[in-house]
């Protein structure tokens, strides 16, 4: 019987292939992982980006655990905003809507390139180059649309076809593509063939850097060369935390996901649920009001503290905590856009790697068929309102690689896109796997709830009398999804169980692919 090399879960085929191949050919996870997060840039161009930021969280076989932060830096010089190119853009989810601002005047300095090479540096196995053939040989060949993809674009098509370039690449004759249509970024191969050569520094001293600065300087960016020459990747320990006997490993500050999911998960320890709970109105009421409850922190104690170095100690302050797990136990006794992979290899090695795009700027790279990102334009990034943020800082994001080791030795490594919905997500795949122990495919793919603003929203698939069962604050309704959707996240994981056999699961809500390879 052959052995597994190991098993990778992305967001698509074509980019769990690429990492596939490189496991194959005997390279590690993050070898893996580095491949299909390339691959993504071009099969999942319209939600991520090499002009975006990310993060990979790096679990070695010998438990040495690091977190690659590489996700987008603010501008050193702020302009006026009138200067600006910075305009609102609804997006449609089909039963909701979402609004965005785009424009040059909403870049924040890209990260994902500088990133991922400083990662397979001091992780990877195998040249660059190699890892980067499977790439290449997939997009030159061009990205033929499927329904989820098509999904992607439509709801972004105002961004994506804002500029000429975008316009030839996702319309054809000034139609939308459809389904099994092709398009080609035969730029973007040759910039990802170069680079794989050259290594990042074309990306952010070369030709590339001064392209985007000018293009910024023009036509009112706030992106300067200076931006880019100066971009670093920061290396952080993981923000580790309990939740029951299970040890959780996730983003750490500055970034907000990390610790508001570690919040969310301290809240919901203070219940106990046995595996027939799940579905139950005791299990849904407490991930409502807990979701609610780790908003409210974020709004009272996180948001407007997040570089204070106690940052921790001040979310976490007993007499706080307290008072939101009383408000939780209380309540019970009454009643973004981002691609994620996971990869495990035969080792144990785990790479949980997380980029965006936001929803792009609508403006690409001359030259390179590759989108620079919108993070100045996010709400949910820019909590204190838009203009407000200070120069030359890391900006905070949702996105939170994970990793959740068992005592038994037994661990799972995750991730997901989704905005503001990446906690609630990543939290729930958690309980599933935790409280629950549910199969590895419904850790993933059974339907999720998230709590914001003045709704419940709720994707079909739980029993309704349950549902009628949760007691929500006045001025909260509930609001029923009629199918899953990618609005609720995109969780891709892998697994380990104690006996060292690995596996995978893949989100179906964003076409979720997964390759076990021998």
């Not at 990310?54 to 438990?63: M, S, V």
């Not at 009272?300 to 706080?320: M, T, V, Y």
């Amino acid at each position: 019987m052959s052995t597994c090399k190991g098993v990778i879960s992305a967001g698509d085929r074509l980019t769990a292939e690429a990492g596939a191949e490189i496991l194959r050919a005997g390279g590690n996870a993050f070898d893996a992982a580095i491949a299909a997060t390339f691959m993504s840039f071009g099969a999942s161009s319209s939600i991520t980006s090499a002009g975006g930021g990310g993060f990979l969280l790096a679990h070695h076989r010998n438990a040495h655990n690091l977190v690659y932060d590489f996700f987008v830096q603010t501008p050193r010089k702020k302009r006026s905003a009138h200067e600006l190119d910075f305009y609102p853009v609804t997006v449609d989810f089909g039963d909701k809507t979402q609004e965005f601002h785009v424009g040059l005047g909403s870049i924040s300095t890209p990260g994902n390139i500088k990133g991922l090479f400083e990662a397979h540096r001091d992780l990877g196995s195998v040249p660059m180059t190699e890892i980067m053939a499977p790439v290449l040989e997939r997009i030159k060949n061009g990205i033929t649309l499927h329904k989820q993809t098509k999904y992607q674009i439509d709801i972004l098509t105002p961004i994506l076809i804002s500029s000429e370039e975008g316009r030839k690449i996702y319309q054809r004759k000034g139609k939308p593509l459809q389904v099994g249509d092709t398009y080609h970024l035969h730029r973007m191969a040759d910039t990802f063939e170069y680079l794989s050569r050259s290594g990042p520094r074309e990306f952010y001293e070369g030709e590339i850097a001064h392209s985007i600065a000018n293009k910024c300087k023009e036509n009112g960016g706030n992106l300067t060369y200076d931006d880019l020459m100066n971009y670093e990747v920061v290396k952080r320990r993981p923000l580790s935390t309990t939740y029951r006997t299970t040890r959780i490993l996730t983003n750490p500050p500055p970034s907000s996901g990390g610790p508001l999911i570690a919040f969310l998960l301290k809240l919901l320890e203070s219940i106990p649920f046995s595996k027939n709970d799940y579905g139950k109105s005791k299990h849904l009421q407490a991930l409502a009001d807990a979701i609610k409850l780790t908003g409210d922190a974020r709004d009272l104690r996180f948001e407007q503290n997040i570089f204070r170095d106690d940052i921790l100690g001040h979310l976490f302050e007993p007499a706080f905590f307290d008072a939101l797990r009383q408000a939780l136990l209380s309540s019970l006794h009454k009643s973004g856009n981002t691609a994620h992979v996971s990869v495990i290899d035969a080792q144990g090695n785990i790479a949980s790697t997380t980029t965006s795009v936001g929803e792009g700027c609508g403006h690409f790279i001359p030259g390179t068929n590759i989108m620079l990102n919108n993070m100045l334009g996010e709400e949910d990034l820019n909590k204190r309102g838009f203009h407000l943020w200070t120069e030359n800082q890391r900006m905070s994001s949702m996105m939170s690689p994970t990793l959740v080791l068992l005592k038994s030795g037994a661990k799972m490594g995750l991730g997901s896109g989704g905005s503001n919905r990446i906690r609630s997500a990543i939290t729930q795949a958690i309980m599933n796997y935790v409280d629950f122990k549910l199969p590895f495919d419904d850790v993933v793919n059974n339907p999720r709830i998230h709590l914001e603003y003045d709704h419940l929203d709720i994707e079909p698939g739980y029993n309704p009398d349950e549902l009628n069962k949760i007691a929500l604050p006045g001025g909260i309704h509930k609001f029923l999804w009629s199918e899953k959707n990618m609005y609720f996240g995109g969780v891709h994981a892998v697994f380990m169980d104690d006996k060292n056999n690995p596996a995978g699961a893949g989100d179906r809500r964003r076409a979720g692919y997964v390759i076990n390879v021998f």
